[in-house]
T-cell receptor, first 112, second 114 residues
Framework: EAQVTQNPRYLITVTGKKLTVTCSQN?????MSWYRQDPGLGLRQIYY???????DKGDVPEGYKVSRKEKRNFPLILESPSPNQTSLYFC???????????FGDGTRLSIL | AQSVTQLDSHVSVSEGTPVLLRCNYS??????LFWYVQHPNKGLQLLLK????ATLVKGINGFEAEFKKSETSFHLTKPSAHMSDAAEYFC????????????WGLGTSLAVNP
């Protein structure tokens, strides 16, 4: 089954404790992206990647890092999480940059 | 600059009645437009897309949307709501020219009452 898998689905942690949210897709898609979803603000893009070793900032990249060492994986790294990063995060992938995206089920992060 | 506005943050309908979710866009050129649906605790799923072919676009689960250039609208409709349609719906426009990123509306929450 074609899917985008995020882990963990839920995480409660404390300020400053490094965390990684993994994202994996099994569709051989070139384009992958991370979004955060906040009430009243909709979806905002954090980072995206057009292919292996090619990443770029989205609209709200501050406080986040990503890497794309393999085509299928696109982890989101919070080196020093802060409470304002409490949000619902989505990973998405698509065959190309401008094609409709497939989304994971989301990761709800709470930073205390 | 491209933008998208969903005119209603919440819509409530009775099961079996029509659904109308409104979306207006702003774009200098012919845009590509999408509707996504988000069910509780799930990711977003593509309902339908418009990419300058037929102006009436049919999607999954009985939804359709009509692209009206003169009104800069791309409203989502369904003839008869089902309880399972209760979800959040997002209208999305893809920019053109040098800015082809996806621009997301803020969403419309659809409630379906028995």
């Amino acid at each position: 089954e074609a899917q985008v898998t995020q882990n963990p689905r839920y995480l409660i942690t404390v300020t400053g404790k490094k965390l990684t949210v993994t994202c994996s897709q099994n569709m051989n898609h070139e384009y992958m992206s991370w979004y955060r979803q906040d009430p009243g603000l909709g979806l905002r893009q954090i980072y995206y990647s057009m292919n292996v070793e090619v990443t770029d900032k989205g609209d709200v990249p501050e406080g986040y890092k990503v890497s794309r060492k393999e085509k299928r994986n696109f982890p989101l790294i919070l080196e020093s999480p802060s409470p304002n990063q409490t949000s619902l995060y989505f990973c998405a992938s698509s065959p190309g940059t401008f094609q409709p995206q497939h989304f994971g089920d989301g990761t709800r992060l709470s930073i205390l | 600059a491209q933008s998208v506005t969903q005119l209603d943050s919440h819509v409530s309908v009775s099961e079996g009645t029509p659904v109308l979710l409104r979306c207006n866009y702003s774009s200098s050129y012919s845009p590509s437009l999408f509707w996504y649906v988000q069910h509780p605790n799930k990711g977003l799923q593509l309902l339908l897309k418009y990419t300058s072919a037929a102006t009436l676009v049919k999607g999954i689960n009985g939804f359709e949307a009509e692209f009206k250039k003169s009104e800069t609208s791309f409203h989502l409709t369904k003839p008869s709501a089902h309880m399972s349609d209760a979800a959040e719906y997002f209208c999305v426009v893809r920019g053109t020219g040098n800015n082809r990123k996806l621009i997301w509306g803020l969403g419309t929450s659809l409630a379906v009452n028995p």
